[in-house]
C-alpha cells in the first residue's frame, strides 16, 4: 500500500503510515489509521478514485 499522511486531531501533530485500512461511510470515502500516540483513530478523506486504488492494492 502507498504511504498517506494523517493528521492526530488529539495531540495536534502529523504522521504518515501505511498501516491504514479504507472504508465507506454515508457514501464518501475514509483512510482509517490508528494513532501512534494513542488509542484513538485517525480518518482521511478520499476521493471515490483515489480509494477505488487503494483497494485495489
Given at each position: ?14 504522521f504518515?503510515t ?11 470515502f ?28
Open positions: 500500500m502507498d504511504q498517506l499522511s494523517f493528521y492526530d486531531v488529539k495531540t495536534k501533530s502529523k504518515n501505511k498501516d491504514f485500512t479504507v472504508k465507506e461511510k454515508g457514501g464518501r475514509f483512510a482509517v489509521a490508528k494513532s501512534p500516540k494513542g488509542t484513538h483513530e485517525c480518518w482521511r478523506v478520499l476521493s471515490k478514485v483515489q480509494a477505488a486504488e487503494l483497494k485495489k492494492k
